[in-house]
């Protein structure tokens, strides 16, 4: 049954913020999976990706994601590859709506450029590797229900009356279910 909203896109897309406000909004539970991995863990990701490697975390981010989706109804979101996977893709598809934050290079950069705490990015080009790995994922982002543009123009609070907008266009009943 498809309960589940699950917001998916970039780094610095907006996720866990435009998550957070539609959970607020909707009195919804709001949950994120990279902070449930963390929570799991013990760890921080920037820790479990030094320690353990890519690999191992993707491996705990498909096994949080299959059981958070299978709990209550949630707004979830996702860290950027998450989407990437097949397998992570088909449980999204079967138990939610998925919501594309669609955002350019320029605003991701400007949003990330400043935080270490994304270790794909810890690299002697982050900015290069940000474009890389935006040209590499938008055509899997595309596969979402729903694509809402996030732009630096659009404010936490717009984006999120967009998303609420596109949602409730695409299918009202979803929530319903959440509240
Ligand atoms: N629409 C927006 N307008 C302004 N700042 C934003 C917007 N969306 C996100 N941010 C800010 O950008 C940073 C990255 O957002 P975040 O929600 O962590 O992105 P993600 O979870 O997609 O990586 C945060 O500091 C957040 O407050
Ligand atoms: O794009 C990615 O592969 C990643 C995005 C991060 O989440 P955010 O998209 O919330 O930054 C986090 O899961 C990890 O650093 C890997
Ligand atoms: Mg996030």
Same mark, same amino acid.
């Given at each position: 049954?498809?309960?589940?909203?699950?917001?998916?896109?970039?780094?610095?897309?907006?996720?866990?913020?435009?998550?957070?406000? &539609?959970?607020?909004?909707?009195?919804?539970?709001?949950?994120?999976?990279?902070?449930?991995?963390?929570?799991?863990?013990?760890?921080?990701? =920037?820790?479990?990706?030094?320690?353990?490697?890519?690999?191992?975390?993707?491996?705990?981010?498909?096994?949080?994601?299959?059981?958070?989706?299978?709990?209550? =109804?949630?707004?979830?979101?996702?860290?950027?590859?998450?989407?990437?996977?097949?397998?992570?893709?088909?449980?999204?598809?079967?138990?939610?709506?998925?919501?594309?934050?669609?955002?350019?290079?320029? *605003?991701?950069?400007?949003?990330?450029? &400043?935080?270490? *705490?994304?270790?794909?990015?810890?690299?002697?080009?982050?900015?290069?590797? +940000?474009?890389?790995?935006?040209?590499?994922?938008?055509?899997?982002?595309?596969?979402?229900?729903?694509?809402?543009?996030?732009?630096?123009?659009?404010?936490?609070?717009? *984006?999120?009356?967009?998303?609420?907008?596109?949602?409730?266009?695409?299918?009202?009943?979803?929530?319903?279910? +959440?509240?």
């Amino acid at each position: 049954m498809r309960r589940n909203i699950v917001l998916i896109g970039m780094m610095g897309a907006g996720k866990t913020a435009i998550g957070t406000e &539609l959970a607020r909004r909707l009195s919804a539970p709001f949950i994120d999976i990279d902070a449930e991995i963390e929570r799991a863990a013990a760890m921080t990701i =920037p820790e479990i990706f030094a320690r353990d490697g890519e690999p191992f975390f993707r491996a705990r981010e498909s096994e949080v994601l299959a059981r958070v989706l299978a709990g209550q =109804p949630a707004i979830v979101s996702t860290g950027g590859g998450a989407w990437m996977r097949q397998e992570n893709r088909e449980r999204i598809s079967a138990q939610g709506v998925s919501v594309w934050l669609d955002c350019d290079l320029e *605003t991701l950069w400007h949003r990330v450029k &400043l935080r270490p *705490t994304r270790p794909l990015l810890q690299t002697a080009d982050p900015r290069g590797t +940000l474009e890389r790995l935006l040209n590499e994922r938008n055509p899997v982002y595309a596969l979402a229900d729903i694509r809402v543009p996030a732009t630096r123009g659009c404010s936490i609070d717009a *984006t999120t009356t967009r998303v609420q907008e596109a949602i409730k266009a695409y299918d009202p009943e979803i929530l319903e279910k +959440l509240s």
